[in-house]
């Protein structure tokens, strides 16, 4: 079976860094693309990051353009997301997930196209 967890979420002050961690197993990151999302109480769950499946591109949300970052680590078989100048407004919980498209090209990140979701890691961002 195919899953995703997250990991790396808490507590940090605005302008701080954080790193995300999106273990996949049961598929292999040469064939997927990964999205990362956020969601806060009472708003639709939000587009932030996507990397494509070679790895040699990615897309950002506006919002967080120059300010967060998708490696990926092909040995672990992970996908980060490096937060840094966090804003109080980058609270929420971050989630990742597994594009449907096996072998698929691109990284859009659109909400739909995406499966196999993780349980998310609550990220909080004090002023």
């Known amino acids: 079976q195919m899953h995703v967890v997250e990991s790396g979420g808490g507590l940090v002050q605005s302008g701080g860094s954080l790193r995300l961690s999106c273990k996949a197993s049961?598929?292999?990151?040469?064939?997927?693309?990964i999205g990362w999302f956020r969601q806060v109480p009472g708003k639709d769950r939000e587009g932030v990051s996507c990397?494509?499946?070679?790895?040699?591109?990615?897309d950002y949300a506006g919002f967080v353009k120059g300010r967060f970052t998708i490696p990926r680590d092909i040995v672990n078989n992970t996908v980060n997301l490096r937060k840094k100048y966090q804003k109080p407004k980058d609270t929420a919980v971050y989630y990742c997930?597994?594009?449907?498209?096996?072998?698929?090209?691109?990284?859009?990140?659109?909400?739909?196209?995406?499966?196999?979701w993780g349980q998310g890691t609550q990220v909080t961002v004090s002023s």
């Open positions: 997930a597994r594009r449907s498209d096996k072998l698929g090209n691109g990284a859009n990140m659109g909400l739909s196209r995406f499966t196999t």
């Open positions: 049961g598929f292999f990151l040469k064939d997927y693309a």
């Open positions: 990397i494509s499946r070679s790895g040699d591109s990615a």
